[in-house]
């Protein structure tokens, strides 16, 4: 069984597009998480969600939105898709915040 | 700004050899975690280190905090072919509520 799954594995889309990306967990956990991955391999906090309670990096376009409809997944969808976004985007879980966090396996978007 | 700094980003070693890749940090905090990633892959947990003078050993791997110092080590033991990924450690500044800052990522190609 996979604790954190994620689809698309691979998304392929123009410029302009809206797309959304699938987490789901099943480790019980109550926070999960949406990072970025950019092409030099940088991580970066995109987004930390628990209890309904979301906590947004400051320096996320509001293009990009969060949405849960329940505590095992989190999506994430993107609106007015940019070549920038071009990224691989993982998303992971916690038993709460500060405590260890499983990712997924990631999806590599690409914008063209 | 908060800053996490791995050194050195790129590591060839030798089979058989020992080597350490450090991680600093600028801001306060008593979480810190080591990751590994292979090429193509997601992120695998391999040390949680929760406080100060907490050392962790895995097979050829240890991992040590000081928080005082604001420093993390993660030390190779007769390296393996199969140490070869990308490690990554990560900081859970004090009050941000598991909203990881990452650093850069130390590549390591272990060779025969």
């Known amino acids: 069984d996979t604790a954190v799954s994620q689809t698309p594995k691979y998304l392929v889309t123009q410029m302009g597009n809206d797309k959304s990306i699938k987490c789901e967990q099943n480790?019980?956990?109550?926070?999960m998480y949406w990072y970025k991955q950019d092409s030099k391999k940088f991580l970066k906090i995109m987004f930390s969600?628990?209890?309904?309670?979301l906590i947004i990096n400051e320096t996320v376009p509001n293009r990009f939105s969060p949405k849960s409809p329940d505590k095992a997944h989190l999506n994430l969808h993107i609106n007015s898709l940019e070549l920038g976004d071009s990224a691989v985007y993982f998303c992971?879980?916690?038993w709460g915040r500060g405590y260890e966090q499983y990712f997924g396996p990631g999806t590599r978007l690409t914008v063209t | 700004e908060l800053k996490v700094e791995q050194n050195p980003l790129f590591l060839s070693m030798q089979e058989g050899k020992n080597y350490t890749i450090y991680c600093n940090y600028s801001?306060?905090?008593?979480?810190l975690y080591w990751y590994r990633q292979d090429p193509g892959k997601s992120l695998e947990s391999l040390f949680v280190?929760?406080?100060?003078?907490a050392v962790k050993q895995e097979g050829r791997l240890m991992a040590s905090l000081d928080t005082k110092a604001r420093l993390s080590t993660l030390h190779i033991t007769a390296a393996v072919h199969d140490l070869s990924a990308t490690y990554f450690c990560?900081?859970?500044?004090?009050?941000?509520?598991?909203?990881?800052?990452f650093g850069k990522g130390t590549k390591l190609s272990v060779k025969p």
């Open positions: 990560a900081v859970d500044p004090l009050g941000s509520q598991g909203n990881l800052i």
């Open positions: 801001t306060t905090s008593d979480r």
């Open positions: 280190l929760l406080s100060n003078g």
């Open positions: 480790l019980g956990h109550d926070t």
């Open positions: 969600y628990n209890n309904k309670e």
């Open positions: 992971a879980s916690a």
